[in-house]
């Protein structure tokens, strides 16, 4: 698949901050997806832009960009404020829609950790434009309201070895009333960091966006 652009970095303005972020698209792209990403990690979380890095090459672009700004992550609270986190993605989402070259693709959200929550709870409220999710290792009980109202497909991917994140996964599989699956990647810890378990993550993110996102 060609590559038009790798890496780009973009400033993204919203509510009076400027945010970092790392645009990747590519041509006859199959849509665009948004990392959210967990507690303390940002733009450069290793183990999602190597899931960045697949999509591109199964030709999805993608969005990785800091929720808070460099200020903000120093306040431990912030980065567990939900709340916060999900209205950032919310309006960074808008404003991607209206950005060059990608503004009709297809979304998607890839949620992780705690930035799971904020994926879960923001499509809920853009649910006419959010089309499929996935979320690696993560935390939906802290997105517990917003749970049986959502109808769009969910990917929710827990490591093997990562026993308290099954059990919290297995109640939001229960609730989530739409389509969603849990698969669990057998010998994977909470972070994946395994030979080849990232692997596995980004093959089943790629097949479930082909799946869904252009239903």
């Known amino acids: 698949m060609e590559v038009v ?3 780009r970095e973009i400033n993204i303005r919203v509510d ?3 945010l970092k972020g790392n645009l990747r698209t590519a041509t006859k792209s199959k849509g665009i997806i ?3 990403h967990g507690s303390g990690s940002s733009r450069f979380s290793s183990r999602n832009n190597h899931v960045a890095d697949q999509l591109l090459e199964d030709g ?3 969005l990785l960009f800091d929720l808070l700004t460099w200020e903000e992550d120093l ?3 912030n980065r567990f404020n939900i709340n916060l986190l999900t209205q950032r993605l919310i309006r960074v989402t808008e404003l991607l829609m209206n950005y060059k070259d990608i503004a009709d693709l297809p979304i998607g959200y890839f949620g992780a950790s705690t930035g799971a929550a904020s994926a879960l709870s923001a499509a809920d409220e853009l649910k006419d434009y959010i ?3 996935v979320c690696r290792g ?14 769009i497909p969910t990917l929710l991917l827990v490591g093997g070895e990562d026993d308290v994140v099954i059990e919290l996964n297995k109640y939001a599989l229960a609730e989530i009333k739409g389509i969603c ?7 994977a810890s909470h972070l994946f960091e395994e030979p080849g378990k990232l692997d596995i993550v980004a093959k089943e993110t790629i097949d479930w966006f082909d799946k869904y996102l252009n239903k």
Not at 145 to 150: A, F, G, R, T, V
Not at 181 to 187: A, P, R, S, Y
């Open 5 to 7: 652009q790798t890496n």
């Open 16 to 18: 009076g901050i400027q």
């Open 34 to 36: 948004i990392f959210s």
């Open 60 to 62: 999805y672009s993608s």
């Open 75 to 77: 306040v431990y609270e």
């Open 131 to 133: 089309k499929a999710i």
């Open 138 to 151: 993560g935390r939906p009980d802290l997105s517990v309201k917003q749970l049986k109202n959502l109808y």
């Open 181 to 187: 699956e849990l698969k669990i990647v057998e010998g």
